[in-house]
């Protein structure tokens, strides 16, 4: 009886508890707010477009008859110091985006295989830092005492680092192969405590809820204290900061890959190809401009999304 009724309690105090329905009705509420807002649409709508010419980068090349890494010295005019023949960078039926000065690598081919790598990276390294700051936050939050102690000091040395520099300083000191596979590590190595902090706080106020104390009261094992009674009610928040890690990891990917220390030539990246170009945009704008207009509407579209997700939730939690 006792239990019956502190689970009662705990229900009309918490309405979202124990509800199966609750999280695909808010989850449907989100949505329909997503789709009634233009620029969150029009921001899924160009992710969507980067994410397919990513994956369909062979399929691209195949039907073009250029690769990434493939030279065209046909596209460019030797007497001219190497620039594209024609105008605007090259742009032709053959090169729908124009050539690369001085080599004629095709640039739709160039950034659709560099719109797979910074994508590959980004979402790897959301990944990973998801995992980490989940798993490091609810430990600290969720048993407190020592073990919150040791989790947030190393938070708190991480965190006081100026991350981009000492990203520079560490890949400039690895050896160069399996660059991507580096940059996941050091990317998500410096980017996790942020996540962490904000579990362990949400975390360190969950645990003490009603409907936790009820659920332990009943004889729930930790496991089950922690996937489905904390867990759940950290959705929200997880959604909305992956949401907005991506575009920050694109960014740091490409600015990593201009200085240098990314992703490393023949393969294409966007960064890379907007530090190869600077010499070029005064007599080639094109060769800067595309890649840079492609990583600039990314990052902006990723940005929005995320922010409109953010919004929609905080509506959703409101009602």
């Known amino acids: 009886m006792t239990t019956a009724a502190a ?3 705990d229900a009309q105090a918490d309405p979202s508890a124990g509800a199966p329905g609750a999280p695909a009705t808010a989850g449907r509420r989100i949505t329909g707010a997503l789709l009634h807002d233009r620029a969150a649409v029009l921001s ?32 460019i005019n030797v007497d001219n110091g190497g620039l594209p023949k024609g105008s605007l960078g090259g ?19 160039r950034v659709a295989y560099g719109a797979r790598v910074s994508f590959l990276i980004a979402a790897a390294a959301t990944v990973l830092t998801t995992l980490l700051g989940v798993v490091f936050g609810m430990l600290a939050g969720f048993y407190g005492g020592w073990v919150d102690q040791i989790v947030s000091r190393v938070m708190d040395f991480l965190m006081a680092f100026p991350a981009l520099i000492f990203m520079i300083a560490i890949l400039s000191s690895l050896p160069a192969g399996n660059r991507s596979l580096l940059l996941v590590v050091v990317i998500s190595g410096f980017g996790w405590p942020y996540l962490a902090r904000v579990v362990r706080g949400q975390t360190l106020t969950l645990v003490n809820r009603d409907f936790v104390e009820a659920a332990r009261a009943s004889g729930a094992s930790t496991r ?16 909305v900061m992956t949401t907005l890690a991506v575009p920050g990891y694109i960014g740091t990917e490409a600015g990593l890959s201009f200085l240098g220390v990314g992703v490393s030539p023949p393969t294409p990246s966007w960064g890379q190809m907007i530090s190869s170009s600077v010499s070029w ?17 990314t990052v902006l579209s990723l940005t929005v999304l995320g922010d409109r997700v953010r919004a929609a939730t ?4 409101a009602a």
């Open 314 to 317: 905080d509506a959703g939690e």
């Open 44 to 75: 899924a709508g160009f992710i969507a477009l980067m994410v397919l010419m990513a994956l369909c980068a062979p399929l691209i090349s195949a039907l073009t008859g250029h690769g990434p890494t493939a030279f065209d010295t046909s596209a």
């Open 224 to 239: 089950a204290l922690v996937f489905k009674e904390i867990l759940p009610n950290l959705r929200s928040s997880l959604i």
């Open 7 to 9: 689970t009662s309690r």
């Open 91 to 109: 742009i032709s039926a053959e090169h729908l985006l124009g050539v690369e000065p001085l080599n004629g690598r095709d640039l739709l081919a």
């Open 281 to 297: 945009y005064a007599v080639d704008p094109m060769y800067f401009a595309v890649p840079g207009v492609l990583l600039f509407l």
